[in-house]
T-cell receptor
Framework: GESVGLHLPTLSVQEGDNSIINCAYS??????FIWYKQESGKGPQFIID?????DKRQGQRVTVLLNKTVKHLSLQIAATQPGDSAVYFC???????????FGPGTRLSVLP | DAGITQSPRHKVTETGTPVTLRCHQT?????MYWYRQDPGHGLRLIHY???????DKGEVSDGYSVSRSKTEDFLLTLESATSSQTSVYFC?????????????FGPGTRLTVT
């Protein structure tokens, strides 16, 4: 697989702790958001999505929060595990179009 | 990687040469996409296809062309490669458009233009 050697913000958390990854999106008209996980050497993998008519959505061990007032999105990972180490990035979409705008990402490092 | 393969996985080519990257899916999804990923930019859409022989431009389409003659194959061509096209290229597929839909990504192709 492939990955990009990005000089990204890094979040380091202890195994078992909760992680919070933040994303500021650019367009106040965006109405659909996705969080992706990209492991080293692999393509991005869908984690969870949320529409703009929601403030919160929960998945398995993950929660996405949306604050439209300040155009902010966060991903919370409960009980972080070593397998969660990856780059995480958000994507925003407007009006059911094909063109998602992707953020540059945050690298999550899980410490033993 | 959800039945998506990309070939080649790595390629080094010289400036001015033509390059074709191939994306192959076994999922029979309608939509296929080509993205490039560069440091500091995140993923950017190059072209996408919404059916056989139906394609449209994305955000960074200059210097690239695409073709889709079969549902399962989506080709990305750099007619005359330039150093600015050095990047990692990802193919993605999805079943639907807009609303709530999931894009599945391939493993990527690292292209270096010298």
């Amino acid at each position: 697989g492939e990955s990009v050697g990005l000089h990204l913000p890094t979040l380091s958390v202890q195994e078992g702790d909760n992680s919070i990854i933040n994303c500021a999106y650019s367009n106040s008209a965006s109405d659909y958001f996705i969080w992706y996980k990209q492991e080293s050497g692999k393509g991005p993998q869908f984690i969870i999505d949320i529409r703009s008519n929601m403030d919160k959505r929960q998945g398995q061990r993950v929660t996405v929060l949306l604050n439209k007032t300040v155009k902010h999105l966060s991903l919370q990972i409960a009980a972080t595990q070593p397998g969660d180490s990856a780059v995480y990035f958000c994507a925003e979409n407007r009006n059911y179009g094909q063109n998602f705008v992707f953020g540059p990402g945050t690298r999550l490092s899980v410490l033993p | 990687d959800a039945g998506i393969t990309q070939s080649p996985r790595h390629k080094v080519t010289e400036t001015g040469t033509p390059v074709t990257l191939r994306c192959h899916q076994t999922e029979n999804h309608r939509y296929m996409y080509w993205y490039r990923q560069d440091p500091g930019h995140g993923l950017r859409l190059i072209h996408y296809s919404y059916g056989v022989k139906d394609t449209d431009k994305g955000e960074v389409s200059d210097g690239y062309s695409v073709s889709r003659s079969k549902t399962e194959d989506f080709l990305l061509t750099l007619e005359s490669a330039t150093s600015s096209q050095t990047s990692v290229y990802f193919c993605a597929i999805s079943e639907g458009t807009g609303g709530e839909y999931e894009q599945y990504f391939g493993p990527g192709t690292r292209l270096t233009v010298t």
